[in-house]
């Protein structure tokens, strides 16, 4: 799965870019998901004193809401890029925001300043309404948002690659590098993304209250080895895909 980000600050035209995005990419015969990274404070699709609120009141889980056009699933809490993709099924995946993430980035800005404090080594393209009166900024490439985006989308299929785990920079580093710079590094092209060394041991999932963390490839091998050495010696149990769930307050 690709994914990539557009990011900038409000009303510099990244939500206009992005369903410029989305549509090539579509007419391209992609099927494209999309997140949209919301920062107010009080978000939320949810009515306090709906059905589906009291549901959620009563389970403190998951709650789906179905329609006879529309199905929501609502989650309660603020999921990380990881559990979010997790649950889409695209060949493409256009983040708007997010601008923290270790993804390839499109940066929309107004002024020359805004593109200083915002443009680092993950960013391949400037976009939005600085774009109306310029063509490059220290190197980049500069698209419109409306005219530009056959020439901009030939760029990212060019650049963007399988998203990387998102790892935490201190749980592996097994590049010799952590996610952020690897992206970096990828773009300027003195990587390649099968260098991602984490990403090969994928058979492997770990989630503590119900989130996902990335395991380093030396962890996994020793849960591994481990798991399956006591399998086998478990009378009559063949091995085949383990799922192990530990509640630590029951014994
Ligand atoms: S090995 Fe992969 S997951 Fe680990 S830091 Fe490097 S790019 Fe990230």
């Avoid at 369903?19 to 099927?31: A, D, P, Q, T």
Wanted: aromatic share 6%; hydrophobic share 40%; with cysteine.
């Amino acid at each position: 799965m690709k994914v990539l980000s557009v990011a900038g600050y409000h009303h510099t035209g990244k939500t206009t870019l992005c369903v410029n995005i989305i549509k090539e990419l579509r007419r391209r015969g992609y099927s494209v998901a999309s997140i949209k990274d919301i920062h107010a404070e009080n978000f939320t699709m949810e009515k306090e004193g709906s059905n589906s609120w009291k549901h959620w009141q009563a389970s403190q889980n998951v709650v789906i809401a179905r329609g006879l056009k529309e199905t929501c699933q609502i989650w309660h809490q603020h999921l990380s890029l990881n559990e979010m993709l997790a649950r889409l099924d695209a060949d493409w995946v256009i983040v708007e925001g997010m601008k923290t993430a270790a993804l390839p980035r499109i940066i929309c800005a107004e002024s020359a300043s805004q593109l200083d404090e915002l443009v680092n080594g993950m960013v391949f393209a400037i976009s939005g309404k600085w774009a109306d009166n310029h063509t490059e900024y220290n190197g980049l490439p500069v698209f419109s948002s409306q005219k530009g985006i056959p020439t901009l989308v030939n760029l990212i299929e060019e650049k963007v690659f399988d998203v990387l785990p998102q790892a935490e920079p201190d749980c592996c580093g097994h590049c010799g590098l952590d996610c952020h710079r690897m992206v970096a590094a990828i773009l300027a092209g003195t990587r390649t993304r099968d260098e991602c060394v984490t990403d090969r041991h994928t058979g492997m999932q770990l989630q503590v209250n119900g989130k996902e963390i990335t395991i380093v490839p030396f962890v996994q091998n020793i849960i591994r080895d481990t798991m399956l050495a006591l399998i086998k010696n478990l009378k009559g149990v063949e091995t085949g895909t383990i799922k192990l769930t530990i509640h630590p307050d029951e014994k």
